[in-house]
């Protein structure tokens, strides 16, 4: 039962891991595509390509700013002849002593706030050098002759700006997906795995479930079936539901009862095809030697000739007492044939309450109330062997106490009808009650306790059943049940 | 059936395997002691990979992580030691800036930059006093390469998030609404805040240091 528990959280599992995994590997299919597409190699050139480009624009401006201020130098140097130097309007630039102050400046019209600051320490020595350049602006410092310093500097123009600003973000964007695109695709399967263990345990979660709604059932009927076996015939499966399982336990129980109410018809048929066996042998017994003993006992009555009257009288009272317990043997033996020797059913459709009210008719002397529906159907039985069933059920009503009031009732019942003979007799005790059916049991002083058995034979050969109720001081009911369909006959071991 | 839920479970693994990639190789490594300080001279090579050269190329700061184990004469270590060196590139002054142990160092081309980077001149580790009392030591190197930075990679999360912020806003503009899986913040969450190494050198020695003249 095991296995089929862990069939079942398998299938329940390799469901939801099969296209949880196909959309995995399609996701991931798609990332790397995806990623291959974003991550190209003409991407990646294009845009090195791009920033080595706006890098060459940059260097550019800082070149011609770097020219410009060369050309202010040389013009400085040769100032007394050729006049002041006149710079590129473009770029401020500012002439500062060794002390750091403001010499001259370029436009002239510029504010301090305007000009570029002189470079933090250390100074440049004696070459163009780097002096805090920004996205606004490139500034470059060139040192002169007697501590003078010239920055220069570049407003950097607004398309530059941005374009640069533009192409360095996608490089670096570009650059980080492509270092980051094995930890990515990592995180990629880690994130399915964190949707999907989830999903995995809820999945074996209910296959747990149903496997148990399932198997549980299927344990019960196993361990029923068990039971069953070791002769345990009281052992009933539980029913848990009302669906398929449920009907199934149902099912499991209804045969279970039938094949325990024909065991013990089974078992009941063959005590009594033992008794009527043992019946005829002892009838056969009995029954032959009777006729020659008799025989004999008139021989030795007859064969007395002598004038001993009391001998003579003696010997004919006990030939008599001889001939009455043969007499007797006699009756039993033919009470024995009779039990022994059943007559073959001859069932045909007849109405029940006809036969109560002509077994009635028998008895005008006692008082008998009979509670018959009129709605009684038709029912297959024999009418002879039935007639002698009721007789010997009212003979015993009648029986147990000449004051006893009896009932006879008859009413229809689901697929059968019911016949109720009932008295207001001392009733049967307890301990009785099981063996009442039992050939040659009988608590009355007279009577071979033939009756009820021939009783309950009739009846179960009608493929009905016969039960017996009983308190002492009350009363005793017979209930016997015949079905509405034709018997199937039951098969005799005589 | 053990073996299919094995593959099944390991099916998406190799995938995610980390490719081979360039490392660090330290190729020199000495250990002097100079006044009070333990000191190092290095020499490094193939420092940077083309996506390191090209990440730091486009402007994002990376980071080169020097860890320094000192060992006896037993290889138990006694004290460890970190020196973080800091390249970032100035494209507006075009010029590759290293900052290490408080000292700026500039160089006008990436490979100024990186001859810069490759070679460790009496670079102070750790102070004498702090090393116990041992007759001689070795110095272990190793040297770890970070291109993203946890701050760095904080920024990147939220670049990924904001892609689907931009998408929600989308959404609810054109009147569309409804639950949807926040993708890309379930992959943010895994890529993580930490900062991703690249690349990380195999541990170099020292030849022994005599430290009986230790005070």
């Known amino acids: ?494 | 059936m053990r073996r299919l839920l094995l593959t099944i479970l390991l099916l998406p693994w190799p995938h995610a395997l980390p490719l081979a990639a360039q490392v660090p190789r330290i190729t020199a490594l000495t250990a002097v002691l100079e006044r009070d300080s333990l000191l190092v001279d290095a020499q490094m090579a193939d420092l940077f990979s083309t996506k390191i050269a090209n990440t730091i190329r486009s402007g994002l700061p990376t980071v080169v992580r020097c860890d320094f184990r000192v060992i006896n004469e037993r290889d138990r270590e006694v004290a460890v030691a970190r020196q973080v060196m800091e390249i970032s590139y100035d494209i507006w002054a075009q010029r590759y800036h290293v900052v290490l142990n408080h000292s700026r160092r500039t160089g006008s081309s990436f490979e100024e930059m990186e001859r810069i980077c490759s070679t460790l001149t009496r670079l102070p580790v750790l102070a004498l006093a702090e090393l116990p009392a041992v007759s001689t030591c070795r110095v272990r190197l190793q040297v770890t390469v970070v291109p993203i930075s946890s701050r760095q990679n904080h920024q990147w999360r939220e670049r990924i998030e904001s892609a689907d912020l931009q998408e929600a806003a989308a959404a609810s503009e054109s009147g569309r609404s409804g639950f949807s899986v926040n993708v890309s913040r379930l992959l943010s969450f895994f890529l993580g805040g930490q900062e991703r190494v690249h690349g990380a050198s195999a541990w170099a020695t020292s030849p022994p240091l005599q430290l009986a003249g230790k005070p």
């Open chain 1, 1 to 494: 039962m095991k296995r089929l528990r862990s069939k079942f959280i398998l299938t329940f599992a390799l469901l939801t891991l099969l296209p949880a995994v196909t959309v995995a590997w399609l996701a991931k299919n798609l990332l790397d595509k995806a990623l291959a597409i974003g991550l190209h190699r003409q991407t990646a050139e294009g845009l090195n390509a791009a920033l080595q480009a706006v890098q060459q624009l940059t260097h550019q401006e800082r070149e011609a700013l770097g020219r410009d201020l060369q050309q202010v130098a040389a013009a400085l140097r040769r100032e007394k002849a050729t006049g002041p130097p006149s710079p590129d309007p473009a770029h401020r630039l500012a002439l500062y002593d060794d002390h750091g102050n403001l010499a001259r400046h370029w436009p002239a019209a510029a504010t301090r706030q305007e000009l570029p600051p002189p470079p933090a320490p250390p100074l440049p020595s004696d070459s163009l050098s780097e002096a805090g350049s920004d996205s606004l602006a490139i500034r470059l410092a060139l040192p002169l002759a007697d501590g003078l310093l010239l920055v220069g500097e570049r407003r950097v123009p607004e398309t530059l700006r941005r374009q640069t600003v533009a192409v360095l973000r996608a490089a670096q964007f570009f650059n980080i997906i492509d270092l980051e695109r094995t930890h990515l695709q990592r995180s990629l399967i880690a994130a399915f795995l964190a949707a999907y263990v989830p999903v995995l345990l809820l999945s074996v979660a209910v296959g747990w479930y149903l496997a148990a709604r399932i198997t549980a059932p299927l344990q019960d009927l196993g361990e029923g079936a068990r039971r069953i076996a070791q002769g345990d015939w009281q052992h009933r499966v539980p029913v848990r539901a009302g669906d398929e399982i449920g009907a199934m336990a149902r099912a499991f129980n209804t045969m279970v009862e039938d094949l325990r109410r024909q065991q013990q018809q089974v078992i009941a048929l063959e005590k009594m095809a033992a008794w009527r066996e043992i019946a005829r042998v002892l009838a056969h017994e009995i029954k032959n030697p009777l006729t020659p003993v008799q025989l004999l006992v008139q021989q030795i009555q007859d064969a007395y000739h002598g004038d001993d009257e009391n001998y003579r009288a003696t010997l004919r009272e006990s030939c008599g007492i001889i001939n009455e317990e043969i007499d007797k043997l006699r009756r039993l033996v033919r009470e024995f044939s009779d039990f022994a020797r059943l007559p073959e059913l001859h069932p045909a459709p007849a109405q029940l309450n006809a036969l109560v009210l002509e077994v009635a008719r028998l008895y005008p002397r006692r008082v008998l109330k009979l509670e018959l529906d009129q709605s009684l159907p038709v029912t297959v039985f024999d009418w002879e062997a039935m007639r002698r069933v009721l007789l010997n059920l009212l003979e015993n009503a009648l029986q147990s106490s000449p004051q006893a009031e009896v009932t006879i009732q008859t009413r229809p019942a689901a697929h059968h009808v019911e016949m109720i003979v009932a008295d207001t007799g001392p009733g049967i005790p307890a301990e009785n009650l099981p063996r009442i059916f039992e050939p040659y049991f009988s608590t009355k002083k007279s009577g071979m306790g033939l009756g009820l058995a021939v009783v309950q034979q009739i009846v179960t050969e009608h493929g009905g059943a016969i039960t017996v109720s009983s308190t002492v001081g009350r009363g005793t009911c017979f209930q016997l049940r015949l079905p509405c369909t034709t018997p199937a006959p039951l098969s005799w071991s005589k």
